[in-house]
């Protein structure tokens, strides 16, 4: 039972480079989420997906792009990266987010660093 | 616009009792919920509260005041594996809506001591 993974755990990039953060979740869930956390912003909705091909931008889109062509995978791509966006970003999913009582689970997060 | 509000730290001894308040002003509140996160982990869901009162899992337990926008999260008897940050979130969006998402305070870092 693999879960939602992410990849990579670490990163390290230069600033002007475009980075993709994977994140496969092998529970069929139809909600995705990104999110970033930063000290003192907890965690930053980036984008989220109710479906496939279904996406929408959360509190802090600007500088990313998402993609959903398949239910399972949900992947996070950095244009050009930017000091700004050295961050830990989390990817979680939600069986379908609709009912009262749907949670979140997150991956193990990824590090990543933008020089 | 959104904003929930939260301490930023809070210390406790161990066995002891802490609540966490958390204050939210955002639109198309649906519900609240609290998540735990361990140092260099992934946050975990703890419990939801969708209408007013006490839900209680354990230990711990969630309350919340909708006319007052207000929710808090109680631990009690408190051990050192508790030490975590503990985040309370918005669920906003309408009931069936695929525009549902959930909105993070920034966090209450709490540290259980002996």
């Known amino acids: 039972d693999a879960g939602i993974t992410q990849s990579p755990r670490y990163k390290i990039t230069e600033t002007g480079r475009q980075v993709t953060l994977m994140c496969h979740q092998t529970?069929?869930?139809?909600?995705m989420f990104w999110y970033r956390q930063d000290l003192g912003h907890g965690l930053r909705l980036i984008y989220y997906?109710?479906?496939?091909?279904?996406?929408d931008k959360g509190e802090v889109p600007d500088g990313y792009v998402v993609s959903r062509s398949k239910t399972e995978n949900f992947p996070l791509t950095l244009e050009s990266a930017t000091r700004s966006q050295t961050s830990v970003y989390f990817c979680?999913?939600?069986?379908?987010?609709?009912?009262?009582?749907?949670?979140?689970?997150f991956g193990s997060g990824t590090q990543l660093s933008v020089l | 616009g959104q904003s929930l509000e939260q301490p930023s730290e809070v210390t406790a001894v161990e066995g002891a009792i802490v609540q966490i308040n958390c204050t939210y002003q955002?639109?198309?509140?649906?519900?609240l919920s609290w998540y735990q996160q361990h140092d260099g982990g992934a946050p975990t869901f703890l419990s939801y509260?969708?209408?007013?009162g006490l839900e209680e899992t354990g230990r711990f337990s969630s309350f919340l005041s909708r006319s007052d926008s207000y929710g808090y999260l109680l631990l009690q008897e408190l051990q050192m594996k508790d030490s975590a940050s503990y985040f309370c979130?918005?669920?906003?969006?309408?009931?069936?809506?695929?525009?549902?998402?959930?909105?993070f305070g920034t966090g209450t870092l709490l540290a259980v001591q002996p």
């Open positions: 979680a999913s939600s069986v379908n987010f609709r009912g009262a009582r749907e949670k979140l689970f």
């Open positions: 529970w069929s869930h139809s909600y």
């Open positions: 997906s109710a479906a496939a091909d279904i996406t």
């Open positions: 955002t639109s198309g509140f649906y519900g």
């Open positions: 509260n969708a209408l007013d």
């Open positions: 979130a918005v669920k906003e969006g309408a009931y069936g809506g695929a525009t549902n998402k959930l909105i």
